[in-house]
């Protein structure tokens, strides 16, 4: 997808007719929004029109409010695209079985209510961009100056779509950047929805990750108290994440998945992929990777009836283990057996398992993180994901051997 910022970009080949004989339309219309934007939405590619609706702004200061159009759904007021802008927008999409009120602010609209319900839909978070992340950026990332804006990340509007539009609107982002990869984030507990989209967005820009985003945001309710309630919701949990995993694979064109799952979410994603591969064993070739992050699942248990199931030899899960992990402190209070993400016990080292004892390294991933950070976890996820490197060969790794089989520290 070529870049939205600030520039028109050549059309495609089917487009030229479209765009030459409606571009004086457009600047007429686009800034009021009249009946003639609306053919031309239906008739051009989201990021044309686009960058054709902030043309005007650009040709004609004067003459236009000042507005950055991202794309047909999204605009952000008393703001201008710009490649040098202080601020980026990532659209992702999600499936949540959240209850919800219409008209609520994007922030507070999904609530912890637990329901039978999967929705779907896409977000869009402005993010503040960093100098270090920019070169690594991916083209298709829309950048822009916000006036008066806080230099913090928010979740600036969340769209509900039936499952068709949901998959169409994936497809339509695949055939403008001619990238079918997706990386997709399941929580913790303790994480509001809100945070959790935030999260996601801000893993995916880091990462500079060039597909499509997901989160699957499970009824979480944000509280450390309420530990045994939200193991319950956990597992109910997972039928959602099931349906949600079978939309993306079987109703649209993305080819590879990589999964990051923290905390108890390893538990949704663990219990989900086992029952996915039993009955579509085609989509194991299509996630390309399991990440686990500090997983709160007794360590016994995920050796017996995940490793084997979820990970193969050529394709084995990643899992790094901490021993300070907020989160897991929590899990170890209603837990007496050894949890899999926990490095102050034994390690958990199994086949099909590449296993990383991260220490005290965070693994959160909250707040803007670079390959170069050794408090952070990313540079070696960014190895994995974006280099495709198994454990031997990632450069910020040391291997180490027991009586169990190798193991992996980090940092370096």
Not at 109 to 135: A, D, V
Request: net charge negative; charged share 20%; aromatic share 10%.
């Amino acid at each position: 997808m070529s870049n939205l910022n600030l520039r028109i970009k050549a059309p495609h080949e089917h487009h030229n007719f479209w765009f030459w004989i409606f571009l004086s339309t457009i600047l007429s219309s686009c800034q009021t929004g009249g009946l003639g934007l609306d053919v031309i939405d239906n008739a051009l590619e989201s990021d044309i029109v686009s960058g054709l609706r902030n043309l005007p702004a650009r040709v004609f200061p004067n003459e236009y409010d000042v507005v950055a159009y991202v794309d047909r759904d999204f605009s952000v007021p008393d703001a201008q695209s710009s490649n040098v802008g202080e601020f980026a927008v990532v659209k992702t999409y999600f499936a949540t079985n959240r209850g919800y009120k219409v008209g609520e602010p994007p922030h507070s609209m999904f609530n912890e209510r637990s329901t039978n319900e999967t929705t779907f839909g896409k977000n869009y978070i402005i993010l503040p961009r960093e100098p270090e992340l920019q070169p690594n950026e991916p083209e298709a990332l829309f950048t822009l100056n916000i006036n008066g804006a806080k230099y913090e990340p928010s979740l600036s509007q969340n769209t509900i779509l039936s499952p068709e539009e949901f998959s169409d609107s994936i497809d339509s982002d695949i055939r403008e950047s001619n990238e079918s990869s997706a990386l997709i984030y399941v929580h913790g507990f303790n994480e509001s929805y809100e945070r959790s989209v935030i999260r996601a967005g801000q893993i995916s820009y880091d990462l500079g990750f060039p597909g499509s985003t997901f989160v699957f945001s499970w009824p979480a309710r944000h509280s450390v108290t309420t530990y045994l309630g939200d193991l319950e919701r956990a597992q109910n949990s997972q039928r959602h994440f099931e349906l949600f995993v079978n939309q993306i694979l079987s109703t649209t064109g993305t080819s590879q998945i990589y999964i990051i799952a923290h905390h108890m979410g390893s538990r949704i994603v663990s219990s989900a992929l086992k029952h996915i591969y039993s009955v579509q064993p085609n989509y194991r070739d299509q996630i390309r990777e399991v990440i686990l992050l500090a997983p709160d699942i007794e360590a016994n248990s995920f050796a017996e009836e995940f490793a084997m199931f979820i990970g193969t030899e050529n394709a084995p899960i990643t899992l790094y283990s901490s021993k300070n992990d907020p989160a897991l402190e929590v899990s170890k209070m209603f837990n007496t057996d050894v949890l899999a993400g926990d490095s102050n016990e034994q390690l958990l080292i199994v086949d099909n398992v590449e296993t990383i004892n991260a220490g005290a390294t965070s693994l959160s991933l909250n707040g803007h993180s670079s390959r170069s950070d050794s408090n952070s976890i990313l540079g070696d996820i960014w190895d994995l994901v974006r280099n495709n490197l198994r454990a031997v060969s990632r450069n910020k790794l040391t291997i180490r051997y027991s009586e169990e089989g190798s193991f992996w520290e980090y940092p370096r």
